[in-house]
T-cell receptor
Framework: AQSVAQPEDQVNVAEGNPLTVKCTYS??????LFWYVQYPNRGLQFLLKYITGDNLVKGSYGFEAEFNKSQTSFHLKKPSALVSDSALYFC??????????????FGTGTLLAVQP | EPEVTQTPSHQVTQMGQEVILRCVPI?????FYWYRQILGQKVEFLVS????????KSEIFDDQFSVERPDGSNFTLKIRSTKLEDSAMYFCASKRTTDTIYFGEGSWLTVV
């Protein structure tokens, strides 16, 4: 069965320090992987995606993520955290097959708290 | 930048009442979705819509739910007889043929 795991409910980091938000997945075949961010009382904003090619993908607001096939992981990273990065982060996966649906399966979310 | 827009942003309704949540997907998109997020829980897929028909629906999307694209721009989710457990944030989303699904700001539904 397809699934996404975000093992940490919350990640705390000091401003200026590097941050990592973890994500692992379980899906048959090749996955398409996504990160979305949700600010308080707001919708889901697309951050970045991995489809194919370079395992390191760069996205919005200085975030990047590394696809690791052997570890089935897609951790979100940023070299230097900002207080404004504090939000709820969701990892999502879908099958890499052609089809009309291509629904996303979301992880449970990780709350990132950046302290000044 | 084009975006998915949803109305209302918040609706309170009595149990048993019908609710219609409205969405205007990004104009050149072809695939449309509804997801929901119960408070404190993860985002769950409800239904996908393509070529004027439902292409997939989840177990949550029972007979009380329906979707419609009545014209070239709107995409609606109807809940016929709301239950307390339907209280959630409902997200509309759309995509063209690229891989990224774009979400709206959501509609908070509170059933009392």
């Amino acid at each position: 069965a397809q699934s996404v795991a975000q093992p940490e409910d919350q990640v705390n980091v000091a401003e200026g320090n590097p941050l990592t938000v973890k994500c692992t997945y379980s899906v048959s075949g090749n996955p398409y992987l996504f990160w979305y961010v949700q600010y308080p009382n707001r919708g889901l904003q697309f951050l970045l995606k991995y489809i194919t090619g370079d395992n390191l993908v760069k996205g919005s607001y200085g975030f990047e993520a590394e696809f690791n096939k052997s570890q089935t992981s897609f951790h979100l990273k940023k070299p230097s955290a900002l207080v404004s990065d504090s939000a709820l982060y969701f990892c999502a996966v879908r099958f890499a097959y052609g089809g009309a649906t291509n629904k996303l399966i979301f992880g449970t979310g990780t709350l990132l708290a950046v302290q000044p | 930048e084009p975006e998915v827009t949803q109305t209302p942003s918040h609706q309170v309704t009595q149990m048993g009442q019908e609710v219609i949540l409205r969405c205007v997907p990004i104009s050149n998109h072809l695939y449309f979705y509804w997801y929901r997020q119960i408070l404190g829980q993860k985002v769950e897929f409800l239904v996908s819509f393509y070529n004027n028909e439902i292409s997939e629906k989840s177990e949550i999307f029972d007979d009380q739910f329906s979707v419609e694209r009545p014209d070239g721009s709107n995409f609606t989710l109807k809940i016929r007889s709301t239950k307390l457990e339907d209280s959630a944030m409902y997200f509309c989303a759309s995509k063209r043929t690229t891989d990224t699904i774009y979400f709206g700001e959501g509609s908070w539904l509170t059933v009392v």
